[in-house]
């Protein structure tokens, strides 16, 4: 019988999840299906526990629901407990598990695929939102020797980086906390650029040789690309990386075979011009 996946969200027109999973599936001989549902909002929980009582085996979860989902969830992992966010569900003996993928997802992208090892760097994370929480845990494990969060409401990223701070050096304010130093990794996970905006960062916060990543994917020279190729990054990236590799880790976790990503990578790629 084949299994049932999906992802949910809202809107979820967009979404490139049933082509990515449907190509692993290919890949790897998988028996399944996979689809698309637009959650309701006010009733994630409802439409979440359906799809699961009609026979489904997982989901993935994106925006508007991620914090939702973690309500939800029966069991989390250590890294979704500590974002009070996930992106993926599983659906075994009547029990809802739960885990999240963008921050590893996001890791292995900037480490593996793009050759840009994390270790003893200054990391800068824009923004506060479910992207940012999935991502921290996986980014201190890796031992950056500062990550900073700014947010344009300080007080969000101050409270994302203190439960942490037994995890490595991190911090979190406003914009105007930064500090003068510069960067070596530099991720954009705010909205700003789905409304052609430009998070208020100067040119400076890009140390020579830096990685300006923009979580946002297929849209070329976003705002803030475009800021960084002026200050002199050579080296841009889009979000569909680490779109293609939370998607393996959540694929691995349900099916227990990990699908190959760079095929799946080349094919969504968008020129960056």
Known sequence: MTDRYAVIGNPISHTKSPLIHGLFAAATHQDLEYGAI???????????RAFRDAGGRGMNVTAPFK????????????????????????????????????????????????????????????GAGGAVRGALLPFLMQRPAELVIA????????????????????????????????????????????????????????????LAYELLYGKGLTPFLRLAQQAGVQRLADGVGMLVEQAAEAFEWWRGVRPETRAVIDRLTVPLA
Request: charged share 20%; aromatic share 6%; net charge negative.
């Open 38 to 48: 637009e959650g309701r909002i006010g009733a994630f929980a409802d439409d979440a």
């Open 67 to 126: 914090i939702e989902a973690f309500e939800l969830a029966d069991e989390c992992t250590e890294r979704a407990r500590l974002a009070g966010a996930v992106n993926a569900l599983k659906f075994e003996g009547g029990r809802i598990l739960a885990d999240n993928f963008d921050g590893i997802g996001l890791v292995n992208d900037i480490q593996r695929n793009l050759g840009c090892a994390m270790a003893g760097k200054r990391v800068l994370l824009l």
């Open 151 to 210: 947010n344009r409401t300080p007080d969000r990223a101050a409270a994302l980086a203190q439960p942490l701070a037994a995890q490595g050096a991190v911090r979190g304010g406003g914009y105007a906390d930064i500090g003068g130093g510069a960067f070596d990794v530099v991720v954009n996970a705010t909205s700003a650029s789905l409304k052609g905006e430009l998070p208020p960062i100067p040119p400076a916060v890009f140390a020579p040789g830096a």
